[in-house]
């Protein structure tokens, strides 16, 4: 799936444009960035002992790359094709 394709979908699950949830997609990055860094953390600190690293990263990367869409959707960003 292309960047685009993906930004339209990612518009179908977005509940960030509800009254009362001004902000919310930035609030939203800023924590999945935080769980994403602690994922990395977590594999500088434990090494080759923390089983489950590619899965979580891959999960906190979806989570980031969804919030980045959404705010660029907010702002009526197209990403490029």
């Known amino acids: 799936m292309e960047i685009f394709e993906y930004q339209r979908k990612a518009v179908e699950t977005d509940q960030t444009r509800k009254p009362g949830s001004q902000g919310l ?3 939203g990055l800023f924590g999945e960035v935080g769980s994403l860094t602690s994922e990395i953390k977590k594999k500088q600190r434990d090494t080759n ?3 489950g690293y590619e899965e979580n990263v891959t999960e906190e990367l ?3 790359l969804w919030y980045l869409t959404t705010i ?3 702002f009526d960003i197209l990403l490029p094709k």
């Open 25 to 27: 997609p930035f609030l």
């Open 49 to 51: 002992s923390y089983i």
């Open 62 to 64: 979806g989570d980031v």
């Open 72 to 74: 660029a959707n907010h």
